[in-house]
């Protein structure tokens, strides 16, 4: 399961239990650490990943800034109420490739806005599944 936290919508995404493709699932609408913790944990309940992945965004040179900081106490606070392990990827520029990936798609608008953090989600689970394929 992916996650790509944000201030007031939080991606998810899935992958089959082979890891070969990641897909979109949900959004998330919650700006409330702690909601959204107990919301992830429903899911998490509900679907039974075998591991958490969150995007840990990084500046476009390498270091980590204040939203990285809310990623990890974000991971913190799940790790707490889980028995699977939580781990960060770094999700630079993935937002903007999901909003290539809509645009191709021709998803404006609302739409667009409604799942650009799923399909992020989905972009961070499926370089976290190709770089453990060629590990």
């Known amino acids: 399961m992916a996650v790509d936290y944000g201030d007031a919508r939080t991606g998810i995404a899935f992958c089959d239990k082979n890891e070969i493709l990641a897909s979109a699932h949900s959004v998330i609408k919650e700006s409330y650490a702690p909601r959204l913790v ?59 490739i999901a909003h290539g990936i809509l645009s191709d798609n021709n998803v404006r608008g609302s739409k667009r806005k409604s ?16 770089k453990r394929k060629n590990m």
């Open 38 to 96: 107990e919301k992830l944990v429903t899911l998490i309940n509900d679907e039974k990943p075998e591991m958490v992945v969150i995007g840990l965004p990084r500046n476009m040179d390498g270091t980590y800034g204040f939203r990285a900081e809310a990623c990890k106490g974000l991971g913190d606070m799940l790790s707490e109420k889980i028995d699977i392990p939580v781990q960060y990827v770094d999700e630079r520029l993935t937002t903007v």
């Open 115 to 130: 799942t650009v953090d799923a399909v992020s989600a989905c972009v961070i689970l499926q370089s976290f599944i190709d």
